[in-house]
């Protein structure tokens, strides 16, 4: 997970051959008619599901540079595409569906990400407002951690050890993200092992970390090619 920077809202959510309108005048119209709907739960999904989601699929790749927003695996448009996801789920959060801050895109993984997630609360704040990369460290073998050595909330540092899976004693019964699935483990060991192979100065690496940064589609796990270029792995374990 990586902090993200959100640009304006979409100027226009209608799917095409509709009235255009905004986000904002779709969550003003939402705000107001789930006042009285008989299932506000069904009502918000259906609100959500009316807009043009390619649209807003094509504005969300460009701010996630085209990487999931949880565990950082590629995403695109493909076949099914992946869900435009609410981080705090549209069930419990229904004042937030309409949201920008609120929405993001996923990976469809396998037992991790929003397939993992479905209506939990995450309890952590949004990507546009918090700097995950400098909270959270990877080892070596991929193992994604939360850095001991930064000062994180208490309530920040619980919710993400429950989203990671990175607590102490036995293994969390239902981790929220798990991101530390043991598939995810491997690629990142992966991507570590290839970025650490070639012999380069410092400032070589310093430029590869700037290059990676520059990409409009990202490299795959780009916050554990960082940590390593940086030679920050297992910093704060």
Not at 53 to 61: G, H, T
Not at 90 to 110: A, P, Q, T
Not at 184 to 196: P, Y
């Amino acid at each position: 997970m990586r902090g993200l920077t959100k640009g304006l809202p979409p100027i226009d959510v209608s799917p095409p051959g509709q009235v255009p309108r905004s986000l904002a005048a779709a969550d003003a119209a939402y705000q107001l008619s789930r006042l009285t709907a008989a299932d506000p739960v069904a009502h918000a999904r259906s609100a959500f599901d009316s807009m043009h989601k390619r649209y807003l699929r094509d504005l969300l790749f460009v701010e996630q540079r085209y990487l999931c927003v949880y565990c950082e695996r590629e995403i695109d448009e493909g076949h099914p595409p992946p869900p435009v996801d609410h981080w705090n789920p549209l069930s419990l959060y229904l004042h937030e569906v309409f949201d920008w801050n609120n929405l993001h895109l996923s990976c469809r993984g396998l037992d991790t990400c929003d397939d993992r997630k479905k209506s939990v609360a995450l309890n952590l704040p949004w990507p546009a407002t918090f700097q995950y990369e400098d909270v959270l460290g990877f080892t070596s073998g991929g193992r994604l951690y939360v850095r001991t050595d930064v000062p994180v909330p208490p309530p920040v540092r619980q919710a993400l050890e429950i989203a990671l899976e990175d607590q102490s004693g036995p293994p969390i019964a239902r981790s929220s993200l798990n991101l530390n699935h043991p598939a995810l483990c491997k690629a990142r060991e992966a991507v570590i092992e290839t970025e650490l192979e070639a012999p380069l100065t410092p400032a070589q690496r310093q430029r590869r970390v700037a290059d990676l940064l520059a990409l409009v589609r990202r490299a795959e796990f780009i916050s554990a090619r960082l940590a390593a270029l940086n030679g920050q792995l297992g910093a704060g374990r």
